[in-house]
Every structure is written in C-alpha cells, then in structure tokens.
C-alpha cells in the first residue's frame, strides 16, 4: 500500500511538472491581464487565490483581478509586524479597487506563545518566524485550494531570474502573470491607471515586508536588497518548494 501511494505521489509531481511546464509555454507571450483571464476563467475556475503583500508593487495584480474577479479570494498573511502604512494601503485599495473578499491570515496563537513568547523570533531565527506567522497560516488555508497568483518578477533578485510563468510545487500551482515584467513597467501601470503609491516608497522601500526585516534600499541595489538586510535569507519561505516539486 506504501509503495502504491508513493508511486501515485510520484505520478502527481509528474503530471503537474509537465502541466506548469505547458502553461508557461503557451502563456509566456500573453499579457498580464491574458495570463490572469485565463488562469481565473479557465483553467483553476474556483480553485484559484490571490497572495497579496499589499507592497510597493501590489496595486497593478490587485488592479487587473478587481477587472476580471472582484470576489476572488485576497489573501493577506498578517504578520503583526507589518508597517502600520502597509495596513493602511491594503483597505485604502481594496475600498478603491471593489475587492470584495479579502482573506487575512495570522499565526496559529497557540503556536506563536510558544515559539516566540517574547517577540523576538524575527531577531534569533527569522526563518521560523516567517514559517510560523506566512508559510504555516497560507498552507493552512491553501488546503482548500489547487493554485494560487503572485507577484514575483524575474528582475526582482538574483533569485527569480528564472521564474516561470506557472510553477508547480509538489502540490500547488502557482501563477506569476507580472515575471516578464519591468520596473518601468510597473512604473507606467501604476501612472496610466492612476493607482496610489504605497507611502513608503517615496521613502526608499521598493520592496516592503515586515518594520522588524526591511530597510530602504540604497540606489543601484536590487528591490529586495533590504529585505533582512545584513543576513542570508533572500525569501520569506511561502514560495520554495516544500512539497517536493520543481517550484523556483
């Protein structure tokens, strides 16, 4: 029986590698809005969110999805420790952007008095602080879910280089319709709809994620750059490829 179920296991990666592997390839030309149609309308109907980090960036997905789905479930993984402009922004666009069903998710209370009685996890082990107050609530509520939007661009970090359109992590797909996509591209978006800034970018912040982990960046540095700056995390955890498939 162990066997049949791991060569199941198996046949599952297989078959979801080689469907993200397709969607990319059809989908890697088409505009944001064509990627988004497609994933919402046709291909995850029902079985699809939005991750928003309410960022510097966040308004063109949020922007594109009140045009095709205004009810399509927003997730927000709140922290505690978000910049209180951060939690403005976030019902400063919904409002404006009709979004109708935002989703914001906390850490298991239970879990964190235990593991970070004293708030200070984000100082000793940053990495288990992002696992219990991101990566464990969005698993959680993914579990009714088969695919999930982001927005990770390829230009962001070394990291995202290679990002593809659709991934597949072991058990979810995960769509980024803004990969190909530029800082000058983000920059006209935001300027020919004419959607609000985030206040902390004027300030140095073009990425934005938890007061306790980010700093402005420096000109010339990549956007991410001041995410746990002076340390060697690059990613919050929510996107590496915990079930064991080819997610990047």
């Given amino acids: 029986m162990t066997i049949l179920i791991d060569i199941l296991k198996d046949q599952k990666k297989t078959h979801g590698s080689l469907r993200a592997e397709a969607l990319s390839a059809a989908w890697e030309h088409l505009t944001a809005l064509e990627i988004l ?3 919402i309308q046709e291909e995850f109907v029902g079985d699809i969110t939005l991750s928003s980090s309410f960022g510097a960036d966040s308004a063109v997905l949020l922007h594109m999805v009140a045009q095709i789905e205004p009810n399509l479930p927003v997730i ?3 922290t505690d420790r978000h910049f209180f402009q951060t939690l403005q922004y976030r019902d400063e666009l919904v409002a404006k952007l009709g979004l109708t069903n935002l989703v914001n998710l906390k850490a298991d209370a239970d879990e964190a008095s235990t593991e970070d009685s004293k708030n200070t996890l984000w100082r000793t082990n940053p990495d288990q602080c992002c696992d219990l107050r991101k990566v464990r609530p ?3 509520y993914m579990e009714g879910y088969g695919a999930w939007i982001s927005g990770r661009k390829r230009h962001q970090s070394a990291t995202r280089t290679r990002l593809p359109i659709v991934e597949f992590d072991g ?4 769509v980024n ?3 190909t996509w530029t800082a000058e591209d983000i920059d ?3 300027k020919n709809h004419d959607l609000p800034p985030h206040p902390l970018v004027e300030q140095g912040f073009p990425s934005i994620g938890c007061f306790t982990c980010t700093k402005p960046v420096a000109a010339g540095e990549d956007a991410r750059s001041g995410r746990w ?3 060697e995390k690059v990613e919050c955890g929510i996107h590496n490829p915990i079930y064991g498939g080819d997610g990047i």
């Fill in 229 to 231: 700056a002076d340390s």
């Fill in 171 to 174: 058990k979810h797909f995960k």
């Fill in 138 to 140: 969005l698993n959680r």
């Fill in 37 to 39: 149609q497609k994933a």
């Fill in 177 to 179: 319709p803004l990969a």
């Fill in 76 to 78: 927000f993984l709140d």
């Fill in 188 to 190: 006209a978006y935001f």
